[in-house]
């Protein structure tokens, strides 16, 4: 006896970002081949982000921000984005200071109300 084809979830399909670690201090003489990596895998990839990790990065520099900042430049270029894995405290305090904005893996968006916070309807309210 044989039963007809499962049920369940079939056509799921999972999206993972490709990730890029960053090694130790990065500099200008990285900076090409970086955003080369950064371009080859928003092409094939079709998440369209490249989780880029900085955890080791180490103490960071005005010149970490400049590589990062072209990073996520040369990502837009190529129709994807930049989102940043494991910033310190110190690396996004200058991030900050010089007025970039990056997606941080495990924040929620912007646009997206943090989790557990639900909006209010009062009865009567016109649909929206």
């Known amino acids: 006896m044989s039963s007809g084809p499962g049920r369940g979830l079939v056509d799921v399909d999972a999206v993972t970002p490709a990730v890029l670690v960053l090694p130790g201090p990065v500099s200008k003489e990285t900076l090409p081949r970086l955003c080369d990596d950064v371009r080859a895998l928003i092409a094939t ?6 989780v880029c990790d900085v955890g080791g990065v180490g103490p ?17 270029r190529a129709g994807g984005r930049v989102r ?3 910033p310190g405290p110190e690396l996004r305090a200058l991030i900050g200071l010089v007025g970039l904005r990056f997606e ?13 916070v639900e909006e209010a309807v009062e009865p009567g309210d016109p649909a929206v």
Do not use: H, W, Y
């Not at 990839?45 to 490249?50: H, K, M, N, Q, S």
């Open 104 to 116: 941080v893996e495990g924040e929620a968006e912007q646009r997206e109300p943090p989790l557990g």
């Open 45 to 50: 990839t079709r998440a369209g982000v490249v």
């Open 84 to 86: 940043l894995r494991g």
């Open 60 to 76: 960071p520099t005005l010149a970490t921000i400049d590589v990062l900042a072209r990073m996520q430049l040369a990502a837009i």
